[in-house]
């Protein structure tokens, strides 16, 4: 890659490494991030998702490696990342004796902005975010509101990059689905928003590109689409109702499925034959569900 092309991507990240006494926790980790997309970082505890983006926040050196945010080095220029990113991590120290629009304004003239500024920007993402103050202090919030208090804190100072550990840890569903539809208000907004979450529903539904770590290491890197190549293809689950199974020598793999038989075929071809069997047997094919890998069981298949 020129170094014309860095300007093409909001975030370059080339080999980067970071051990601790000797003990690896990231090794020649690369990968890129287009401007105004939402980028996964997922794998098994231990895997170095944490200290990735603590790296990326400017709160980590890394051990070896280069680092770009619009084509600018970023690993010896603090002051600048502080204004370009923001950072929530997942468990964020909220100042509990303060209401949320002072504790947003404290940080709002950490980063040099004017009152004014501030207290539209505080209105704004308030509101955006369903988070209403009505009197209490931090320290009175449910941990929904809190979690919110938290991110609007990271957005304060209107950054380009968005760095989340597990935005929706711990969080009741209606709230994690608020967040999850405000990430992507953000994405529409411009802001490029890297992530690590668990809950790998959530990731595969909102990722435009998902890095898998193990050990410290990539092993995949790509889209949704793309993993699912990686990690195989489609299959289809044919679902079908029969007197008498017995009569169906030729279909392996046969499973009870809540009065009805179920069979997994791995390509088209496949499915068409066994449909074909099933009806010259006197059965009726019920419905065909197609399947594709979800991460979970691409990260059951990485191991850890």
């Known amino acids: 890659m020129g170094s014309g092309d860095l300007f093409h991507f909001m975030i370059t990240a080339r080999n980067i490494s970071k051990a601790y006494n000797g003990t690896s926790a ?7 991030i287009e401007r105004g997309k939402i980028f996964g970082v997922i794998g098994h505890n231990g895997a170095g998702k944490t200290t990735l983006l603590k790296i990326l926040a400017g709160l980590v050196e890394p051990s070896a490696g280069e680092l770009f945010f619009d084509g600018r080095e970023v690993l010896y220029d603090a002051a600048w990342v502080r204004h370009l990113i923001g950072y929530l991590p997942e468990e964020s120290r909220l100042y509990e004796t303060m209401k949320v629009s002072e504790y947003l304004s404290f940080f709002g003239e950490i980063y040099g902005m004017d009152r004014q500024t501030i207290r539209e920007r505080s209105r704004s993402l308030l509101d955006w975010l369903a988070l209403e103050e009505n009197g209490k202090k931090i ?3 449910s941990k929904g509101m809190k979690r919110k208090a ?3 804190r990271s957005l304060i100072h209107d950054p380009s990059i968005l760095i989340y550990d597990e935005a929706t840890s711990g969080l009741d569903p209606m709230t994690s689905r608020h967040i999850v539809e405000f990430l992507k208000d953000l994405r529409k907004e411009g802001k490029t928003i890297v ?10 539904a909102i990722c435009d590109t998902i890095l898998i770590l193990r050990r410290g290491e990539r092993v995949a890197l790509g889209s949704m689409a793309e993993l699912r190549e990686m990690f195989g293809s489609i299959t289809y689950s044919v679902v079908f109702s029969i007197r008498d199974p017995a009569t169906l020598p030729g279909i392996a793999g046969l499973e009870a499925d809540g009065g009805y038989f179920r069979v997994v075929a791995s390509s088209i071809g496949e499915m068409n034959g066994i449909t074909q069997e099933i009806v010259r047997a006197g059965g009726t094919v019920e419905r065909v569900e197609s399947h594709y890998p979800t991460l979970e069981e691409m990260l059951v298949k990485i191991g850890a």
Request: glycine share 4%; charged share 15%; proline share 0%.
């Open 26 to 32: 990231l090794k020649d980790v690369s990968f890129t």
């Open 139 to 141: 320290g009175e919030f």
């Open 150 to 152: 938290a991110i609007a």
């Open 195 to 204: 992530l690590s979450a668990h809950n790998l529903y959530q990731v595969e």
